[in-house]
């Protein structure tokens, strides 16, 4: 038999119960080992033996970004310090540093669901993974060799950067898969374009991580490198770091692996589940996590659960790709509308830039309008607007049911900015 790493149940009920099974067993834990949880859960009036249905997870506290920087160093630590391996951080640009604890078995749980990443997108022993993103405290790519190793592919721990030397590895260690950011691939892809080698190599996948790709650019590195298959690997270091779940060769969603958290989509509002396949806050809770266990944390992320069975029949559920921050929400016309939202209703049009902006404004009828500044795409002239004006309209309308007026500006007239651009401007008047 071939060794597989995905969850040893094979029905949705049989999952259910392995979540329920860790729901009670992380509540247990975090009540017996971190004063902080047990504070918690004493405030919110649960004991551990009042988890008895898998709805119950409803009655639990809510975890935030702001209770793990006020227990700095070792927020939410469940374990005695000696039990804790290793240490990972992540980079917060405001306030204190998020420092995330591992025991052994934590270790190796994600050892274990990061082979099931490769083994997921279709993977052989024979694969000869390169492996192009950092090592250190606050990124993991140490998790990506981890996870090649126990597959069993070869793991190429190259690091990021050095094109030179990569495109070295590509054609000397014939190197199949390569795992880095997107912006790091589209740099390959031009690389090896420039150096004329696409035929001397044998890359077929790419695995990216960490940051939102446009589908443009992901086209574009597709196409140079002739690859078989993109995936997105998310992760963040709240929970465990990068490999929590992959697409499958059908890209239709990520994968999520509900054998190690439950992820509930809330209202970021009102902190009540949205309707299925509606866009909400992701928040997650471990069922195996030991050193630092997380209870219904609230991620800030934005996606939306998709419905219905995948055509390669896992049992494992999936979430879309993240649609931005729920920081950035606003209301419009009684809808929460996120800015991706926009991004990627405008994302289907080809003759308009990147560049675009909201505008919000109340008028003398007291009905809000909404008004989106686009840019033409560059090379195109003022003929196509009234034409182009429609179709914007037409496409956000369909795919976020609001109206909106549009404008249609000169390419490069919007402002530009090196860090994320402003891109909602609210002018109403509450
Ligand atoms: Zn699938």
């Known amino acids: 038999m071939i060794k597989t790493f995905m969850p040893e149940v094979k029905t949705a009920e049989e999952l259910a119960g392995l979540q329920l099974e860790g729901l009670r067993w992380t509540v247990n834990h975090a009540y ?66 998020k420092v995330l604890c591992y025991t052994q078995k934590d270790i190796d749980d994600w050892t274990h669901f990061f082979a099931r990443c490769y083994e997921m997108a279709d993977l052989t022993r024979e694969d000869r993974v390169q492996i192009a993103v950092g090592y250190g405290v606050w990124t993991a790519g140490i998790s990506f060799q981890m996870g090649c190793e126990r597959f069993g592919a070869m793991a190429i721990p190259a690091g990021p950067g050095n094109l030179d030397m990569q495109c070295q590895f590509l054609l000397d260690l014939e190197s199949t898969v390569m795992c880095c950011t997107a912006s790091m691939g589209l740099l390959m892809a031009e690389e090896v374009e420039k150096r004329g080698i696409r035929d001397r190599i044998k890359l077929r996948k790419m695995i990216f991580g960490s940051e939102r790709s446009s589908d443009a650019m992901r086209a574009r590195i597709k196409e140079i490198l002739g690859l078989e298959h993109m995936f997105d690997i998310p992760g963040m270091t709240e929970l465990y770091g990068p490999g929590t779940g992959l697409d499958c060769v059908h ?20 902190l009540e589940p949205v309707p299925p396949g509606e866009t909400g806050e992701m928040v997650v809770t471990t069922l195996k996590k030991e050193a630092a266990p997380l209870i219904r944390y609230r991620t800030r992320d934005l996606t939306r659960l998709i419905p219905g069975p995948c055509p390669c029949g896992s049992i494992l559920p999936r979430h879309d790709r993240l649609l931005g921050r729920s920081d950035d929400m606003f209301i419009f016309r009684a809808v929460n509308i996120y800015p991706g939202q926009i991004d990627h209703a405008l994302s289907g049009i080809s003759e308009i830039g990147s560049e675009y902006q909201i505008i919000l404004d109340r008028k003398a009828d007291g009905r809000d309008y909404m008004t989106l500044k686009v840019e033409r795409a560059r090379g195109l002239d003022g003929s196509i607007d009234a034409k182009l004006c429609k179709k914007i309209a037409a496409f956000v309308k369909k795919q976020i049911l609001v109206s909106s007026d549009v404008e249609v500006v000169e390419y490069g007239s919007l402002p530009r900015s090196e860090r994320k651009s402003r891109r909602v401007f609210d002018n109403r008047e509450f």
Request: overall charge neutral; glycine content about 6%.
């Open 251 to 270: 890209h239709r969603g990520i994968h999520y692996w509900a054998d190690y958290y439950i992820l509930e989509i809330l209202d970021p509002e009102t």
């Open 32 to 97: 017996l080992g971190s004063s902080f949880y047990r504070k918690k859960l004493e405030m919110a009036g649960v004991r551990p033996d009042n988890i008895k249905s898998l709805e119950d997870i409803q009655r639990l506290p809510f975890t935030t970004a702001s209770d793990l920087q006020e227990g700095y160093p070792f927020p939410l630590l469940s374990v005695p310090t000696d039990k804790v391996i290793r240490i990972h951080a992540s980079s917060g640009t405001t306030g204190k540093r």
